[in-house]
């Protein structure tokens, strides 16, 4: 049983740190298990939202309840106008019916309870039953109407959302996910704000039809006479007040232990996951895993157990007073029946009315709730859209010519940007690149080599139109980039960037992914790439061959090696032959010696496409060698450039790197 936790922090934990460390194991296992749950509760960033509804007024609620339900319903105009117009018709048809029900209820009691004898009065009330069940009939028709009329509409307002979200993440700049705030922003859209989205339709559905429930029972009860309307507050406000304190109760609970709930969704999906299942028992984390997990989930099972004590604690004060205010309520009915102020029928109409609106006012005052939270993740979400909108590529209306002789890079500088939690860091983040000066031929090889993190992808990105340089100019035969739209200049590029990504489709589908329609592959080309990146076999040996999906997930497919996945990204990018640059960042850095200088014959093969540039990115120094052109990359400069022979001349930062490796092969004393 785990004790003490919650977001302050545990305090035997922080006596320990502070002082002296525990007596016995078990002490030292409670404190860390202790320690590891505090951490666990700390607010995550995707808890941003969850628990805000525990926190504010019923005011701030109130006020923002009318604002939500208008955004669903222009959402929901747009999905279909029709399924709209049937939900509100019936919602109000519904709450309007069951006003009248209640009226005719009362007719029933007024005759059954009248003069006369009994059989006589069972028949005359026969006609206002009969209108009674066909109220009823059609209220139920009506009801079944609206849930129709949701299920039309949720599903069609979430797909126009995921059309919107998704088509932006698909197009936004590539940069943009180095923004690590947008990134999160637009990761907590797809995962909550669409949710959030659909289930607010019903919520919505929910809010209106209590609010015209309660508005319909209470003008049956200022028919029945005016004064009941001042006394139904008092059978109707302790309830209220009880829901709204319990609702907060279980929003606090989930704020505080949401993130421990992410951590155990985290937990057991590596536990059950197949792709770690090796992993995890090679290095035997698995019961250290298996602990935490548990600790975390009896955490979560003593704090239901607490939540639904208070919530019944809860309950039952509220039901204590407002079985007083009911009692209050219910002997000023019987005063006003015995003074003669209301009839004993519309005595008994008054009583089925005040339980009408006791139960509206309670599903009023939990769907309120659950809305504003799903409101706040709706306008995470809308703002998440705003933000991705902003960073669409840039559209010129120009188009980049299909291939380029020379293109031109003067003065690249390129720093990413920072996330918005590191504002406050005093130091500003250092530029990725800087003053980089770089001539790039169709018909040649241009490598780019140079130690870790000095800008080699980044330099790649700018070349594939994926960034842009904050300053300095990019030029296709003299004809800045920035003239073009973005899309055209990523279009004439093909790249086959560090570890690659294969996805769950065919092969066949994989080495051609840049055909939008599957009906257009070329399998002849599909085939001459793969042979060029040394991948035939492989393929042909696939359970289904070019069929075959590659994925280990998916019934059928397979999960190929690092080396098979470098050979299908490189065949990939050389199926794409409409293209003015073709990138190979690292291509051979998971291929085995001979696979490795099979490829490299076959990147400088490509020359004799000859309207092609081609850029070569490895720190495999000996695959360089035959390159035209090699820039040397340190910390986002290029300190050297020339052929190789040049750069060995030169003895500077090249030489030392290609000696260093060669020495690897051919004298292992230098090492050593
Ligand atoms: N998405 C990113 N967001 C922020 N900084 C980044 C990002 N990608 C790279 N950087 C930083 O930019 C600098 C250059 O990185 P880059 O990946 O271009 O180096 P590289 O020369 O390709 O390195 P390597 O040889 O290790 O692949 C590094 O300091 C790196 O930390």
């Known amino acids: 049983m785990v004790r003490r936790v919650g977001r302050g922090g545990n305090r035997s934990a922080r006596r320990t740190v502070a002082g002296r460390g525990p007596s ?64 509100v018709a019936c919602t109000v048809l519904s709450a309007v019916l069951a006003g009248l029900a209640l009226v005719e209820s009362v007719h029933v009691l007024a005759v059954l309870f009248g003069p006369g004898a009994s059989a006589a009065r069972i028949r005359s009330a026969l006609p206002s039953v009969l209108v009674l069940v066909a109220l009823y009939s059609v209220r139920a028709c009506s009801d079944t109407a609206i849930n129709y009329g949701q299920a039309q509409l949720a599903p069609r307002i979430k797909r126009n959302a995921e059309i919107e979200l998704y088509g932006l993440m698909a197009q936004v700049k590539a940069d943009a996910f180095a923004d690590a705030d947008l990134a999160d922003d637009l990761q907590r859209a797809a995962d909550n704000g669409i949710g959030y989205l659909q289930q607010s339709v019903p919520g919505c559905i929910a809010v209106v039809s209590s609010i015209l429930s309660m508005v319909s029972s209470a003008g049956v009860l200022a028919y029945l006479h005016p004064v009941l309307l001042p006394l139904l507050l008092l059978a109707v406000l302790p309830t209220g007040l009880a829901s709204v304190r319990s609702a907060r109760a279980e929003f606090r609970s989930r704020l505080r232990f949401s993130s421990i709930s992410r951590r155990l969704w985290i937990l057991a999906w590596i536990l059950i996951d197949p792709e770690q299942a090796g992993e995890l028992r090679a290095c035997a984390a698995g019961p250290r895993l298996f602990g935490e997990h548990a600790l975390l989930a009896d955490a979560v099972r003593d704090e239901r157990i607490r939540l639904g004590r208070e919530q019944a604690a809860t309950a039952l004060a509220g039901r204590a007073v407002t079985g007083v205010g009911t009692g209050v309520v219910y002997g000023a009915l019987a005063w006003m029946l015995t003074a003669g102020w209301l009839p004993l029928s519309r005595g008994l109409g008054a009583a089925m009315a005040l339980r009408s609106v006791q139960s509206s006012l309670l599903a009023l005052v939990l769907s309120v709730h659950g809305l504003f939270e799903q409101a706040l993740w709706v306008q995470d979400l809308t703002d998440a859209i705003t933000a991705a909108r902003a960073r669409l590529p840039r559209t010129t209306g120009v188009s980049c010519p299909e291939q380029f002789s020379v293109l031109e890079l003067t003065g690249v500088e390129y720093t990413y940007p920072r996330a918005r939690d590191d504002d406050e860091n005093e130091a500003a983040p250092r530029p990725a690149l800087t003053g980089v000066d770089l001539v790039i031929k169709a018909g040649e090889v241009t490598a780019l080599v140079g130690s870790n993190g000095a800008g080699k992808s980044t330099l790649v990105k700018i070349l594939a139109g994926l960034i842009e340089p904050d300053s300095g100019r990019v030029a296709w035969d003299g004809r800045e980039t920035g003239e073009f739209d973005s899309e055209s200049v990523i279009a004439r590029v093909a790249m086959c960037p560090q570890d690659a990504t294969l996805y769950p489709i065919t092969a066949l589908g994989n080495i051609a992914v840049s055909e939008p329609d599957p009906q257009h592959i070329d399998r002849v080309r599909a085939r001459s790439a793969v042979t060029l990146a040394g991948a035939t ?41 409409d293209v003015a640059m073709i990138i190979l960042d690292e291509p ?75 020495a690897m092969y051919v004298n292992r004393q230098t090492l050593i």
């Not at 590891?36 to 019923?58: F, N, P, Q, Y």
């Not at 590659?550 to 050979?567: H, P, T």
């Open 24 to 87: 016995t194991p078990a002490a030292a296992q409670a404190e860390l298990g202790a320690q590891l749950l505090d951490e666990a509760m700390k607010e995550a960033s995707w808890l941003r939202h969850l628990g805000e509804a525990g926190k504010v007024s019923i005011w701030v609620i109130a006020k923002r309840i009318p604002v939500v339900i208008g955004q669903i319903a222009r959402l929901g105009w747009r999905a279909s106008p029709r399924a709209l117009f049937t939900v």
């Open 537 to 577: 076999e492989m393929i042909e040996e696939l359970p289904r061959g070019w069929e075959t999906v590659l994925s280990g997930r998916f019934r059928g497919g397979v999960e190929l090696s690092g080396g098979q996945r470098a050979k299908a990204a490189i065949a990939r990018a050389l199926y794409r032959t």
């Open 588 to 662: 051979t850095a998971n291929l085995d010696p001979l696979a490795e200088a099979e490829t490299y014959r076959t990147v400088m093969s490509l020359r004799d496409r000859g309207d092609v540039a081609i850029i070569l990115v490895s720190h495999r120094l000996g695959a360089v060698v035959g390159a035209d052109h090699i820039a040397v990359f340190d910390q986002g400069r290029i300190v050297e450039a020339g052929t190789h022979t040049e750069l060995v001349a030169q003895g500077g930062l090249y030489q030392r790197m290609y000696e260093a490796q060669l």
